[in-house]
């Protein structure tokens, strides 16, 4: 797979789109400035980087008001590849950084997870774009008890929870709509993400055009899906003008890989927001690699919740 680039080359055509009050530059001949987020299944499949739209087509758009004003949701991602580590982590220095409403998932007492993510959408809604996050497992909201069933409940369900630290992304539309649209703690920075059945890379950039973080490692073996037969979801908590929200997150992996306690992880951490969130975690044990060579993703609009 190529390396990652800004949604519009130097040589690209570009055009300005309204989104609320922001205006921004997108390919003029992206999916986004042709289809506005209503996308052309059709059109879609005939792209070689597509294996097929089937989950997409179970799926119904609908069209709602937003902060960015009239938009159709869920957003659709046709070709996406994702690397995560899986790290433990004092439960105290996690709750340091949660909202006292939040509280975060537990594997053993004191002890809970802290995640750091990568993200390459190469056939998207919104076009070409890269991604990185910092992020908390937490306990669903307004649940109380046992949070290790929680964490069994997540697990034999696949429907996972979280607060995000962090979110950078490489182009202007991805980080208004995330930030002004969903409440992500979204920053425009160069990001670089490779992903392919042989390894997985990435570097997230500074201010000052230094590293932020970077992460190498071998892509774990990868088995392959038939659509719709290994889907999981995830849900984000984030807060909009002092008001919760919930965001869901469908994963359909079509080839994807786990190691545990993987051993030949490079993770380094630089001078940077992402980097300065996850020292603030004080992780211990990376305890878990998966990496998704391909897979397909829908995200729909945050809907108000109760913490």
């Known amino acids: 797979m190529s390396s990652s680039s800004p949604t519009a080359t130097p040589d690209q055509e570009t055009i300005q789109v309204e989104l609320g009050t922001r205006t921004v530059s997108v390919p003029k001949d992206g999916l986004y400035a042709r289809y506005r987020m209503n996308t052309d299944l059709d059109e879609v499949a005939r792209d070689p980087r597509v294996r097929d739209v089937d989950f997409f087509r179970g799926l119904s758009k609908t069209k709602v008001e937003s902060p960015i004003g009239p938009t159709y949701t869920p957003n659709f991602y046709y070709a996406i590849s994702t690397a995560r580590l899986v790290m433990l982590a004092p439960s105290r220095a996690l709750r340091s950084r ?64 979280s ?62 899906y038939p659509s719709g037969e290994r889907v999981s979801s995830l849900t984000s908590y984030t807060q909009v003008d002092g008001k919760w ?13 786990t190691r545990m306690f993987p051993r030949e992880v490079d993770l380094q951490l630089g001078s940077g927001r992402m980097s300065d969130d996850l020292r603030s975690l004080k ?10 060579t391909s897979g397909r993703l829908a995200l729909h609009m945050p809907v108000p919740t109760s913490v």
């Open 98 to 161: 949660l909202p006292k409403e939040l509280s975060p998932l537990e594997v053993a007492p004191g002890l809970g997870l802290a995640s750091v993510m990568f993200f390459r959408y190469d056939v998207c809604d919104i076009d070409f774009y890269t991604e990185a996050a910092v992020g908390i497992p937490v306990r669903p909201a307004r649940h109380r008890g046992f949070g290790y069933a929680d964490l069994a409940s997540g697990l034999l369900n696949g429907h996972l929870h």
């Open 163 to 224: 607060y995000v630290l962090s979110l950078p992304v490489n182009t202007e539309i991805a980080q208004v709509r995330g930030h002004d649209g969903y409440g992500f703690p979204k920053w425009v920075t160069e990001l670089d993400v490779d992903i392919d059945a042989e390894r997985a890379t990435a570097r997230v950039a500074n201010d000052a055009g230094g590293t932020d973080i970077a992460f190498s490692a071998p892509t774990p073996k990868q088995t392959t």
């Open 245 to 257: 929200q919930a965001t869901l997150n469908q994963t359909n992996a079509m080839a994807s890989g």
């Open 283 to 292: 992780t211990r044990r990376t305890i878990q690699l998966d990496v998704m």
